[in-house]
């Protein structure tokens, strides 16, 4: 079955951190950009992340720069998403996202054609 499966998520007081992971079965993710998304109750869904297929070059949101790593490891097929210092304000379901090369650069979740399902982040103050 292809899918992406994500895990990670939970429940952390403001300032805490978590490491999202994003699993890849049935589907190879090393030649391909890999992103992260998110989606708050009542808001679109939005950029957060993402890394080229080589993982040489990274991408974020200014809302989360600085207080994120992304990375991957194409031999286990993974992709993790390190955030620190997290905020009320990323409370949100958070996806992660497969697309072409070409995807790199683009904030528009268009751009990207396979999505897992999602984690659920909450952080309270």
């Known amino acids: 079955q292809v899918q992406l499966v994500e895990s990670g998520g939970g429940s952390v007081q403001a300032g805490g951190s978590l490491r999202l992971s994003c699993a890849a079965s049935?589907?190879?993710?090393?030649?391909?950009?890999m992103a992260w998304f998110r989606q708050a109750p009542g808001k679109e869904r939005e950029f957060v992340a993402a890394i080229s297929w080589r993982g040489t070059s990274t991408d974020y949101a200014d809302s989360v720069k600085d207080r994120s790593t992304l990375s991957r490891d194409n031999a286990k097929n993974m992709v993790y998403l390190q955030m620190n210092n997290l905020k009320p304000e990323d409370t949100a379901v958070y996806y992660c996202t497969r697309g072409p090369p070409s995807s790199y650069g683009s904030k528009r979740s268009v751009s990207y054609n396979y999505w897992g399902q999602g984690t659920q982040v909450t952080v309270s103050s």
């Open positions: 049935g589907l190879t993710i090393s030649t391909y950009t």
